[in-house]
């Protein structure tokens, strides 16, 4: 097991214990649980690697045909503007 003899193993599960306690089953169960989420990533992506295509589900797709852009014509009159110029107003005395 990784080249560890006995007593390298004994002096870690006695550091362990000493270090995490009680926590000790905590600790165990979360790095189970990480271990299991990694092993499923893998196994994800070796699937995804593995399928013809390359793509799997992704190349099916087809994307939609571009639609030609559709005139929208204004549902009121323009406005008009007039070329005369406004009449002059007089600033209000203070």
Known sequence: MFGLGGQ?????????VLLFGRKLPEVGRSLGKTVVEFKKGVKGLEEEVGEPGGGGARAAIEPEPVKAPTRVTPATPKPTFDDAPAAPTVPPKV
């Open 8 to 16: 390298e193993i004994l002096l870690l599960v006695v550091l362990g």
